[in-house]
Nanobody, 115 residues
């Protein structure tokens, strides 16, 4: 089992920045992918960014150039730096990890961008 705990959500004005962090614990050996998804009210959960243990990150088109994902394997953490935030970025953001073919999710952190 992998436990994921997010932090760093909150309320910010349009154009502002926030940084989300996620710490993994439990059976953390060989987590192959970590990342972030989000879910806005009335919408399906969608990919924001993923970062593998090896290789390049990938981003949703809607956040490219504004968001940056990073990972510290030694600390088993993944972070999401969000800049130039827009009202349409408002959502619950979920940390995500894949290990041994299983998907794991955090409980989510709310990000609200006011116009």
């Amino acid at each position: 089992q992998v436990q994921l705990v997010e932090s760093g959500g909150g309320l910010v004005q349009t154009g502002g920045s926030l940084r989300l962090s996620c710490a993994a614990s439990g059976s953390i050996f060989n987590i192959v992918v970590m990342g972030w998804y989000r879910q806005a009210p009335g919408k399906q959960r969608e990919l924001v960014a993923l970062i593998p243990s090896r290789g390049s990150s990938n981003y949703a088109d809607s956040v490219k150039g504004r968001f940056t994902i990073s990972r510290e394997n030694a600390k088993n953490t993944v972070s999401l730096q969000m800049n130039s935030l827009k009202p349409e970025d408002t959502a619950v953001y979920y940390c995500y990890a894949v290990r041994s073919g299983l998907n794991y999710w955090g409980q989510g952190t709310q990000v609200t961008v006011s116009s």
